[in-house]
């Protein structure tokens, strides 16, 4: 009778464990799925803030990676409006514009250096920067002028593939 008593206790300690092990399992494993999500997800974000960083410059590209491709066709030149000064008369800007393409980006792969499709874009967000400016401004600080064509454009192409915009010969009336 005595091994009858304790195979029952046994039994009932089994039975014990298996209630508690189930408990355990129900109330422990959601959390910890939801930990290893929220672990996971925050993997991702700094794996993108590496991988995305801030935007490439022309200056972290070796030259030979680099294509230029000119929006202005033939050499010639390109003109644009200023906002109004503060005597409220229109000046103009005439220039040149090119744009510096990383050839190792996802971008040169799908437009190669063909930008021609999307050129018109381009130049609207070019001339949209440009008419936010008085020619006082512009004159004052052309580099602010070109560091929002610059980012206005990788946000549009990506960071890593439009990554400098080159003005050249500018004459502003």
Same mark, same amino acid.
Request: net charge negative; with cysteine; aromatic share 6%.
């Given at each position: 009778?005595?091994? +009858?008593?304790?195979?029952?206790?046994?039994? /009932?300690?089994?039975?014990? +464990?298996?209630?508690?092990?189930?408990?355990?399992?129900?109330?422990?494993?959601?959390?910890?799925?939801?930990?290893?999500?929220?672990?996971?997800?925050?993997?991702?974000?700094?794996?993108?803030?590496?991988?995305?960083?801030?935007?490439?410059?022309?200056?972290?590209?070796?030259?030979?990676?680099?294509?230029?491709?000119?929006? +202005?066709?033939?050499?010639?030149?390109?003109?644009?409006?200023?906002?109004?000064?503060?005597?409220?008369?229109?000046?103009?800007?005439?220039?040149?514009?090119?744009?510096?393409?990383?050839?190792?980006?996802?971008?040169?792969?799908?437009?190669?250096?063909?930008?021609?499709?999307?050129?018109?874009?381009?130049?609207?967000?070019?001339?949209?920067?440009?008419?936010?400016?008085?020619?006082?401004?512009? +004159?004052?600080?052309?580099? /602010?002028?070109?560091?929002?064509?610059?980012?206005?454009?990788?946000?549009?192409?990506? /960071?890593?593939?439009?990554?400098?915009?080159?003005?050249?010969?500018?004459?502003?009336?």
């Amino acid at each position: 009778m005595k091994k +009858n008593l304790i195979s029952v206790l046994i039994l /009932a300690l089994v039975f014990a +464990n298996l209630v508690l092990t189930a408990l355990l399992i129900f109330t422990i494993l959601p959390e910890t799925k939801k930990a290893n999500n929220l672990i996971d997800q925050v993997c991702q974000a700094i794996s993108l803030d590496l991988k995305s960083g801030a935007a490439t410059s022309a200056s972290q590209i070796p030259q030979e990676q680099i294509a230029d491709y000119a929006l +202005n066709a033939d050499g010639e030149n390109l003109t644009f409006s200023f906002a109004p000064s503060d005597d409220n008369s229109v000046h103009i800007l005439v220039c040149g514009i090119s744009l510096s393409l990383n050839k190792e980006s996802d971008g040169y792969k799908q437009y190669k250096e063909d930008l021609s499709t999307k050129k018109n874009v381009i130049l609207k967000e070019v001339t949209d920067v440009i008419g936010e400016y008085s020619m006082e401004q512009y +004159n004052a600080d052309k580099s /602010a002028v070109h560091d929002k064509i610059l980012k206005k454009l990788q946000k549009d192409f990506g /960071a890593d593939y439009i990554v400098d915009v080159n003005i050249v010969s500018s004459l502003t009336q």
